[in-house]
């Protein structure tokens, strides 16, 4: 081992036995000290004895500094004592992991919390929306509208106290661009009040079918089907075979399987009657079939969907030419249509409202339309559970009244959305708006959105939410300066 201030490979014992021959020699001249005079060398006179005592008296306290020196040595080899742990504080820390602190205006985030053992409780103490919680050590929040940046407070209960934690997020617009592009017979026409939906077994396709186009006149009826697909952006003409459609402008509803699709109603223009059209689409074959059914009616108009948790299709308000306009609910099982009693005070009778169903709160949602020419603005939910109608708002301020306009579930997020629509029949109404659907905490909100090509709204148009890539896909319709034919995507 090296010693402090020693040359490499010298150790203490060498070190001490050369102390030791130099007491020796010192100790020889002692020896020649007491020697009869006569016997001793002969050398200098002068004080030789003081000396050679001083030498023998200052060897001897050498000797016992050496031999202390090497004790403290040897002591400083033991091992030191480790020190006693400091006690521990109280683990209060919530963390995130920063990176998931962004989205687009609306965006509905479930954030893992890393939560400190001593952490006994928490709760949003600052809110971003309404429904903000704290569930399992998972944050759940939806981001607000027409921000760039957002903060939130949790308050986490922890030994006695509360600490608070703060986290900005960022916020971004939804984004437009061009879903697809095509020119004449590339693609469908310019049209209104027609049916678009996602093909259920493959996400890359869209289809288009009816409605009435514009050429030679407006409401000149069309039977086309078409296909997009979203992988290539091109349509495709779809033959058809079969009993199509006898009345343009009704609804298209998806079987539970997604390989046909059921047409209900619509309106005969010349005849202004709404027949009783029920009639299957075949996605694989392209081939119509009739399905009679007893105790039906034809509709304008109306809410139209596969009710698949109880294995009916539901039709839910609408205009009949008999009837008049109507909130009734019909059901339609196993050839049958029945009326379907309602609780709670249904909605004034309608058509061209917007509606979703929204299987995470089992409810059906519409809002606006059109009585005899007056549009509407009020907002309302049906639960399909115990058939109970409940207002959830009679007119919002800054969501304007409407009818016509286009409307999609945006279901990993839990809104209804909405673009265009018009009030008077001439002007659009500007904009999308959005309608969180969180049961107990339903908010509208204007949305902010960004694009190098922003379309124009317009009413009559349609909307389908492709959720592989968590998108609306919007187009056609129409306003006071002209029709389209085009389709737009806005990312969510």
Same mark, same amino acid.
């Given at each position: ?228 697909? &979203?992988?290539?952006?091109? *349509?495709?003409? /779809? %033959?058809?075979? #079969?009993?199509? +459609? @006898?009345?343009?402008? $009704? ?80 059901? &339609?099982?196993?050839?049958? *249509?029945?009326? /379907? %009693?309602?609780? #709670?005070?249904? +909605? @004034?009778?309608?058509? $061209? ?89 339903? %908010? ?5 959105? @960004? ?42």
């Amino acid at each position: 081992m090296r010693r402090f201030g020693s040359a490499p490979g010298a150790t203490t014992s060498s070190w001490f036995n050369s102390m030791a021959s130099v007491y020796q020699r010192a100790s020889s001249g002692a020896a020649e000290l007491a020697m009869p005079r006569a016997l001793r060398p002969q050398r200098s006179t002068g004080i030789r004895h003081t000396s050679c005592f001083c030498v023998r008296a200052f060897m001897r306290t050498l000797l016992r500094a050496v031999l202390f020196f090497v004790v403290a040595l040897s002591a400083c080899e033991a091992p030191k004592p480790q020190p006693l742990p400091m006690p521990r504080g109280p683990d209060c820390s919530v963390a995130v992991d920063p990176a998931l602190l962004t989205g687009r205006q609306g965006a509905r985030l479930r954030i893992p919390l890393t939560v400190g053992a001593d952490v006994t409780a928490m709760r949003v103490e600052q809110l971003m929306s309404l429904s903000d919680s704290v569930e399992n050590d998972e944050l759940r929040v939806t981001l607000p509208y027409g921000v760039t940046t957002a903060k939130l407070i949790i308050a986490a209960d922890c030994d006695g106290a509360t600490t608070f934690g703060t986290f900005d997020f960022t916020v971004a617009p939804l984004l437009w661009s061009r879903a697809a592009e095509w020119t004449g017979s590339e693609g469908p026409t310019a049209r209104e009040y027609f049916s678009m939906w996602l093909d259920a077994n493959d996400a890359n396709r869209v289809y288009l079918h009816g409605g009435f186009v514009y050429v030679p006149q407006q409401f000149t009826p069309s039977d086309e089907l078409w296909s997009l697909d &979203l992988s290539t952006r091109k *349509w495709s003409p /779809v %033959a058809q075979a #079969g009993a199509k +459609p @006898a009345a343009a402008g $009704g609804r298209m509803a998806l079987s539970a399987d997604g390989r046909s699709s059921l047409y209900f109603g619509g309106i005969d223009v010349v005849a202004m009657e709404t027949p009783n059209v029920l009639t299957r689409l075949s996605l694989e074959t392209g081939v119509w079939t009739n399905e009679p059914a007893t105790g039906g009616r034809g509709e304008y108009q109306t809410t139209f969907f596969f009710d698949a948790k109880r294995n009916r299709y539901l039709s839910i308000c609408g205009a009949n030419d008999t009837v008049g306009f109507h909130c009734e609910v019909r059901e &339609l099982h196993e050839g049958a *249509w029945n009326t /379907v %009693a309602t609780n #709670g005070t249904a +909605p @004034a009778g309608r058509n $061209g409202h917007a509606w979703v169903y929204d299987a995470e709160t089992d409810r059906v949602i519409i809002f606006g339309g059109d009585i005899r020419g007056t549009t509407q603005g009020d907002t309302w939910a049906l639960d399909l559970a115990t058939s109970t109608w409940t207002r959830l708002f009679e007119e919002v301020a800054g969501i304007e009244a409407r009818r016509n306009m286009a409307y999609a579930l945006d279901v990993k997020n839990h809104r209804l959305i909405i673009w265009g629509g018009t009030r008077d029949g001439v002007n659009a109404v500007t904009g999308v708006q959005a309608l969180d659907l969180t049961r107990g905490f339903e %908010a509208w909100a204007q949305v902010g959105t @960004a694009g190098d090509f922003v379309p124009l709204s317009r009413a009559s148009g349609a909307a389908v939410y492709d959720a592989s890539k968590q998108r609306l896909l919007m187009g056609f319709g129409n306003t006071a300066a002209g029709q389209y034919a085009d389709l737009w995507q806005l990312e969510l």
